[in-house]
C-alpha cells in the first residue's frame, strides 16, 4: 500500500525525467464489463481514454451503465469542492449497486483526488467498499493494480507522490473518430496559491517533439481532423527539455504536418509569448481560439494568487492577439471572493472584462483547497457577498458572449460536424474554427466532415445554423 504524501508532492528537484514505455501484457478481462466516468478538464477526459484503452487491450468490454459493468473507475477532479461532492455523492449510489444488483463489483478510483492525502484517508477509513485506489503518475500500472485485487481479494492503494515520469504508449481508445487529445507537457511548477494542480499532478515535464510528431501525424492518417493540445500548463512546453524549442515551435511542426485544425489548451499568460502570437496569426491550420485565464484583474490579487504577471501584462498580451489573430475568439478563467478582495478590487475585475469582452468565461466562487496556501489564508468575503460577485460578473459575461455570437448571424462559418445534436437529433452538431457550438439543420451524413453553415440565429451559449452545400 503507498499512500499519497502532499509534502512529497510539493517537492521540486533537479533530478532527471524517466521517459518510458508502457509494458503490460495483461489478459484477464475476457467476457468482463467496464463503465469508466470521468470529472475534470480535457487532462481528464484523455487520460479516460487511456484507460479505456489499457482495460480494452486487457479483454474488457465497455459498458455504458454502471449496473452492468464488473468495474467500475471514477477518473477525478480535485479542482474544486464541488468536484469532491459530486464524486462522494456517486459512490453512494455505486455502494447501493454493489450491495443490492452485484456484490462482487469493482470499484476503483483514479485522477486527481487519488493523489490527496486527506481524500485517501477518508476512502481507507469510511469507504472500505471502494477496492482500488491508483494516482496519476502510476495511471499505467492500472491493469497490475486490479489484477492484484482480484487475486488477493485485498483493496490496493497505489499513489505515488513525486516529480513523474513520461511514460510512452498506452493504448488510447478515443472517444471520437474525428477529435483527437493529446498530451504534450504533464504537471505544472507555477503554484498559484489557490491550485491544487502541482501537487496532484507532479512537476512540468515535457513529451518529446518526435514522440508528439509521430502520433500526430498517426491520427492524421487515421483521418483524424482536428487535435488539440494538452496540458496543464500548455504554454510552458519544452522549456524543462530543450534549450531552443517551445509551443511555437512545435505548432509550426505540427502545422507543418497538415492536419486541418489544431488547438490547444490551457494556457498562462506569463508563459504566452509573441512568437506564439505570430505562429497562430500566419498558420490557418491553427486555430484562432485562445483561453486565456484572467483570474482577477486586480493587481493585488494576483499577487496573492501567485501569477506571475499584472493586468497591465495581461492587457498587452490581449491586445496583441486580438490585433494579430484575425477574428480571434478568447475565453478566460475569473475567480471571484479570493481571500483578500475588496469590491475595488472586483471592480478592477470587471474593468479588464469590460475591455477584453471575452466570447465566454469561466466564472467561479473562491474555496479553498486542503494543503494550498490559499487555504491558510484568512476569508475576508462572505459567502453572500461571493454570489452576488459571481452573479454580477456572469451579466456582463453573457452579455458580451451574447453579442459576439450575434456578430455571427448571417454568416457563413466552417464547423467541424462531430454529432448528432443534443437539442435535437434530426439536427447535427459541431464547432466552428473559433470553438463555438453550432446546431447544425443538416444530414447526419455530415458527421465527420469540415462543412460551410450559415448561422441563423445566435444565443450566449450556442448557435443555429443551416448546411450550406459547396
Known amino acids: 500500500m503507498k499512500m499519497p504524501d502532499m509534502k512529497q508532492a510539493r517537492k521540486r528537484t533537479n533530478n532527471n525525467i524517466n521517459y518510458t514505455k508502457y509494458d503490460s501484457n495483461l489478459k484477464f478481462g475476457k467476457n468482463k464489463k467496464y463503465f469508466v466516468r470521468t470529472y475534470g478538464c480535457q487532462m481528464n477526459e484523455h487520460d479516460s481514454e487511456k484507460i479505456k484503452g489499457m482495460l480494452n487491450d486487457c479483454g474488457f468490454i465497455e459498458t455504458q451503465s454502471a449496473e452492468n459493468a464488473d468495474i467500475v473507475i471514477l477518473n477525478t477532479c480535485a479542482i474544486r469542492e464541488n468536484a469532491h461532492d459530486k464524486v462522494f455523492g456517486y459512490l453512494g449510489v455505486l455502494k447501493h449497486i454493489k450491495d443490492t444488483i452485484n456484490k462482487d463489483l469493482l470499484i476503483g478510483i483514479c485522477g486527481c483526488m487519488s493523489q490527496e492525502e486527506v481524500v485517501v484517508n477518508e476512502i481507507k477509513n469510511k469507504y472500505k467498499y471502494i477496492d482500488f485506489v ?8 492500472l491493469l497490475s493494480i486490479i489484477k492484484t485485487k ?3 481479494k485485498k483493496n490496493q492503494i497505489e499513489v505515488l ?3 513523474g515520469d513520461v511514460v510512452e504508449g498506452i493504448p488510447v481508445s478515443r472517444d471520437s473518430k474525428y477529435s483527437a487529445w493529446v498530451d504534450i507537457i504533464y504537471g505544472c511548477d507555477k503554484f498559484c496559491t489557490y491550485c491544487i494542480v502541482p501537487y496532484t499532478r507532479g512537476m512540468q515535464r515535457s513529451r518529446k517533439k518526435e514522440d508528439i510528431l509521430e502520433e500526430i501525424k498517426t491520427l492524421k492518417e487515421k483521418g483524424y481532423l482536428e487535435v488539440t493540445l494538452l496540458g496543464q500548463n500548455v504554454n510552458a512546453y519544452g522549456k524543462d527539455l530543450y534549450d531552443n524549442y517551445n509551443l511555437a515551435n512545435l505548432l509550426s511542426d505540427v502545422s507543418d504536418i497538415g492536419i486541418p485544425r489544431i488547438r490547444f489548451v490551457t494556457s498562462h499568460p506569463w508563459d504566452f509569448t ?3 502570437v505570430d505562429v497562430i496569426a500566419s498558420r490557418e491550420n491553427v486555430m484562432p481560439y485562445i483561453h486565456l485565464p484572467l483570474q482577477s484583474g486586480s493587481n493585488k490579487i494576483l499577487k496573492l494568487m501567485n501569477r506571475r504577471y499584472t493586468k497591465e501584462d495581461y492587457l498587452k498580451l490581449y491586445d496583441s492577439i486580438r490585433t494579430k489573430v484575425k477574428n480571434a475568439s478568447i475565453t478566460t478563467d475569473i475567480i471571484v471572493g479570493f481571500p483578500g478582495e475588496s469590491e475595488e478590487d472586483f471592480m478592477e ?3 479588464v472584462v469590460n475591455k477584453c469582452k471575452y466570447d465566454g468565461a469561466f466564472t467561479f466562487a473562491f474555496s479553498p483547497r486542503e494543503n494550498t496556501p490559499a487555504a491558510l489564508m484568512k476569508e475576508t468575503v462572505s459567502e453572500e457577498d461571493k454570489m452576488d460577485r459571481l452573479h454580477r460578473l456572469n451579466e456582463i459575461v453573457n452579455k458580451y458572449s451574447n453579442e459576439a455570437n450575434k456578430r455571427l448571424e448571417g454568416q457563413i462559418v466552417k464547423c467541424l460536424v462531430t454529432s448528432l445534436s443534443d437539442k435535437d437529433k434530426n439536427k ?4 466552428t474554427e473559433n470553438m463555438k457550438l ?3 439543420e443538416g444530414p447526419s451524413d455530415l458527421i465527420g466532415n469540415i462543412v460551410k453553415v450559415k448561422i441563423t440565429d445566435a444565443k450566449s451559449f450556442s448557435l443555429d445554423g ?4 459547396d
Open 134 to 141: 491508483c494516482g496519476t503518475h502510476n495511471l499505467d500500472n
Open 150 to 152: 482480484m487475486d488477493t
Open 161 to 163: 507522490s513525486y516529480e
Open 274 to 276: 509573441e512568437e506564439m
Open 349 to 351: 475585475t470587471l474593468d
Open 428 to 431: 447535427v452538431c459541431g464547432y
Open 438 to 440: 453550432v446546431n447544425i
Open 466 to 469: 443551416i448546411y450550406v452545400k
